[in-house]
Each structure stands twice: as C-alpha cells, then as structure tokens.
C-alpha cells in the first residue's frame, strides 16, 4: 500500500516538522546517521532535500530518529513569530539527545538561522552550526569544523547560487507529485515580508536543468511537478544560445541572446509529456502576464489553478505593505484569468490586521472575497518581523483581539465559498490524478482534479496511483468531493 503524502499545499500544516529519509548512496558509507526536519513553506522541504543530497554523496546515511543520530538538523521558518517559536520549542527536546550523546552535531539551518546569524550561538547554547539558504554546499565542512571542537556559522548569501547541479533523491514522498525549485530569493520588499532578508536576491535556475529535472522526474513515474518560486512569474534566464522553442534577441553587442521567461518556461515543461501535470506556486498580482494565461489555457496538462495572494483589498493597505498594485489592479488580474481561462480555480493569501488597518479597509478584504470568490485561501493575522520595512516604519497597532476578530470573519466567508465552488462540481466529470489511497479508507482512493480540489472515490481494480481517472462527482463535504469512477 502506498502511504498518502499530499504536497499539495505550498505551506501544509500536515508536513510540518517531518524528518527526511533517503535510500543510502552505494558505496559511500560513513558511519554517520543525519536527521533533518523541516518547516515552513515547499522551498524548505525542498531544500532539506538538497541538504540530504549533498550530505548523502560524503556518506551520511539518514534516519527518522533524532535519538540515533550523529548530526541533527532542523530547517527552519521565520515568516510568523509562531513558526520561530515552534523551532525555539523544537531544540528544547533535543536537549535529551545531546546529553546522551554529547559528540552529536546540532545545526540550524533555513531562514531563521539567516535571520538570526550568530546570535543563534549564544541564544541557543545546544546549537553547533548556523547555516543560511544558501550556504548549504558548505555543510561538510562546517561539519569538520565542529567535529575539530569549533562552533561554525555560513550565512552568506549569494547571487548566483541556484543548487542547480543537485538533482535531489525524494524518498518521502507518495512518488507521484514534486516539488521542483526553479528560483531562488526575492526582488520584493513587501514591507511585513522577511524573506528578501533570509533567502537573498532573487535568481532564476538554468531552464535546461529545470526541464531535465522534470523529465527525469516523468520516467521514473512521477505524474506531477509544482514549478516553485516566491515569485514564478518574474522567472527571467538570458543564455547566449539559440534554441528554437524560445525567442530571440540581440543584444546591444550584437549577441544572440535567448530569454525564457516563466510562460516560455511552463512550455517548456508542459511539452515533456501530456501525462505530467505541471502546477506551479507562488504568481504575484503584479507581475502575472496574459502571455502567461494564454500558455495555461493552450496547454491541457498545465492546470488551471492559481494562487494569487491579495494580502489585502485596501488600495492604502496594499501601498502601505508595498505590495506595488491596488484593488483596481488586482481585479483586472483576476478579471484575466476568468476571460482566458474560464473555470480556473483561484486561491489566495491574507492578512488581517496590518498596520493602522481600520474596519472600513477590512470590508474591502471581505469584499474582495465576494467579487473573487477564491476556491481556497490562506488567511493570517499579521505578525511583526524584526528587520522588516513595516517593523521599522509604523506601529503593529491593531490590537490582537481585533486582527482575530476580522481573521474569522474572513475564514467563515473563505468556508462558505470554498463549499459553494466545490459544490459547481458537482454532477461534472473530473480528471483525477490518482494520489494513493485516502486517509479514512483503504477501500478508497483520493487524487486532485485539475483545479487543485481534492476528490475521493472506491477504489477500482483496474486502476493504481499515478494513473489517471475520470470521476463523477456526486457530493462533497466542506474540503473534498466524492464520487466514482466513470469509463
Ligand atoms: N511570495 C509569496 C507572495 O508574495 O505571496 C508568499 C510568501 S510568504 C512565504 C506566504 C504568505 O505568508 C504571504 O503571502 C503572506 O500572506 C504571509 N505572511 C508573510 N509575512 C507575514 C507576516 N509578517 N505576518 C503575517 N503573515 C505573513
Ligand atoms: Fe515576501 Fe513579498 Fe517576496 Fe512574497 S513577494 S516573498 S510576500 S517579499
């Protein structure tokens, strides 16, 4: 039986602090066992598998039991002071292990180390090694230093890193679905935002890796990859090359350049296979093109759904969190999306309670959501980050029963939509990628559609995970529809 792990989410509670096991490299044991957790969005997960990769090829084996293991590390979030505080709790059982086994290696690793540098050394007396995003290559060495009896920290960050070379080995996954990084960093300085300070300057990763990883990905059975990135569509590599499937350009030195943006890059992957389903996360409201949109809607395999973060309907909230569009803008966006591809289901982020927010400018976030009327949306109260744009120019005034308050208001409307789309559903036929089996039942089988809803029917011999299925859907609960197979 196939243990259902959905990364369907670009943020899944459900994974949160899962540790990592890869099969062990042959030939390139030595003797040492490395535990790895992670949390925080896909790019952490991500990258843990970056990190188990590179640690693999010098021959450590990797284990789900921190108790056992010689190096012990824990890949962490800072987007929310709860995520920090998850990590800070995290370590305190750790302890136990250390004291047991004292030559053990504890490390941080992620956006809290590169926030926290090393500060994270005298806070945290049983830490060892402090690693940024995109120090990673650095680890073995960084290992060395502290098996010499050394605290070690590698912070810097890069401009050109892109791990690009590193074809992660995924272990814990259903084998189906992927994740795969196509850039890294952030050019925005949305002003609540700590990621441009922990994951760098933005860069985007050769496209020929990119493709090459996802081929790879499709002949060894996977069915889906979720194309990632904080911001997908200012995906932009320049190669001096030609190759036929991009535009051409000529530079001022009369260079034959090649440019493959982010809907040149969707093409790219969409044309390894029908059967690959390509997904990808996160678009921002500035910056998705129509050329994008007429790529999703020419492709079957791209899926019609996209996470569109909103953050806020406010035009004076959006200018305040820096976000560089207004309500009118972000409504023409999503206007877009309905003309050039009906049907497709969008999801969003939200914030309540940002600075001097006041209760007219969160109606407009209300009734935002009744013009968009989102499939799905991740809501959250807004959370000051030390070293941020907002921390530093206004007051996180809003008090936290307020920003509460408007937070559930917005997840009973997000309920009731959320429903009201699944139930359009139902009565239609679905493209299911089957996933495995579902959680409740092994008599069932669970799978997405096209627009990302989850859908559960009665298994049918005929068919196996990885395989496509048409269903009828014929109910739904507040999450999921239900139906069966029809042929
Ligand atoms: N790059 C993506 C974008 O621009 O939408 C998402 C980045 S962030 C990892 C995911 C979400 O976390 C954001 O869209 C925002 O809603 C939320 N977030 C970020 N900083 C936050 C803060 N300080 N307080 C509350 N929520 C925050
Ligand atoms: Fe943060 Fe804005 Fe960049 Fe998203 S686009 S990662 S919210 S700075």
Request: hydrophobic share 35%; proline share 3%.
């Amino acid at each position: 039986m196939i243990d259902l792990v959905i990364p369907d989410k670009v943020h899944d509670e459900s994974r949160q602090g899962e540790a990592l096991v890869l099969e062990p490299v042959a030939g390139k044991n030595n003797g040492r066992k490395l535990y790895i957790e992670s949390y925080g969005c896909a790019m952490n997960f991500s990258d843990s598998e970056i990190v188990a990769s590179i640690l693999a090829e010098k021959g450590f084996e990797t284990t789900n039991d921190f108790n056992n293991a010689d190096v012990v590390f824990i890949n962490t979030c800072s987007i929310r002071e709860n995520a920090e505080v998850r990590v800070r709790n995290r370590l305190k059982e750790f302890k136990g292990a250390k004291v047991k086994n004292p030559g053990m290696v504890v490390g941080v690793l992620g956006c809290m180390a590169e926030r926290l540098k090393a500060k994270f050394l005298e806070e945290e007396k049983l830490v060892d090694v402090v690693v940024g995003p995109d120090a990673y290559r650095d680890l073995p060495n960084l290992i060395e230093q502290v098996d010499g009896g050394q605290k070690a920290v590698n912070v810097l960050l890069s401009r050109e890193e892109t791990y690009a070379d590193i074809n992660p080995v995924r272990l814990n996954t259903n084998g189906i679905n992927a994740f795969v990084s196509i850039m890294r960093g952030c050019d925005n300085m949305c002003s609540f935002c700590v990621v441009p300070f922990t994951r760098g300057r933005e860069r985007s990763r050769d496209p020929f890796s990119i493709v090459n990883e996802c081929k790879e990905l499709f002949d060894n059975g996977y069915r889906e990859v979720t194309l990632l990135g904080q911001n997908v569509d200012s995906y932009k590599w320049v190669a001096e090359s030609q190759n036929s499937e991009v535009k051409n350009q000529n530079d001022e030195r009369g260079v034959e350049s090649t440019i493959v943006n982010f809907a040149n890059l969707l093409e790219m992957v969409a044309l390894i296979s029908p059967d690959l389903r390509v997904r990808f996360s996160t678009s921002h409201p500035k910056d998705i093109t129509d050329e994008v949109l007429y790529t999703i809607a020419k492709y079957d395999n791209i899926c019609n759904y996209i996470h569109l973060p909103v953050q806020s309907g406010n035009s004076r909230i959006l200018e305040l969190m820096n976000r560089t569009y207004d309500r009118e803008w972000y409504i023409n966006r999503i206007d877009a999306i309905r003309r050039i591809i009906p049907g497709c289901a969008i999801s969003t982020d939200v914030i309540t309670g940002f600075c001097t927010e006041t209760d007219e400018e969160h109606q407009d976030t209300v009734s935002m959501m009744d013009y968009v009327q989102y499939d799905f949306a991740y809501m959250f109260m807004y959370s000051e980050r030390p070293g941020t744009l907002a921390a530093k120019r206004y007051a996180d005034d809003i008090p936290e029963d307020v920003k509460l308050k408007r937070l559930q208001e917005i997840v009973a409307k997000q309920q009731q939509y959320s429903y009201t789309r699944l139930q359009e559903q139902i009565g239609k036929v679905q493209k299911v990628l089957i996933e495995g089996f579902s959680k409740k039942s092994v008599t069932d089988y669970c799978g997405r559609n096209d627009q990302n809803a989850m859908v559960v029917f009665p298994v049918n011999e005929r068919y196996k995970p990885g395989q496509y299925a048409y269903v009828l859907a014929e109910r739904s609960t507040t999450a999921t529809l239900m139906g069966r197979i029809v042929e």
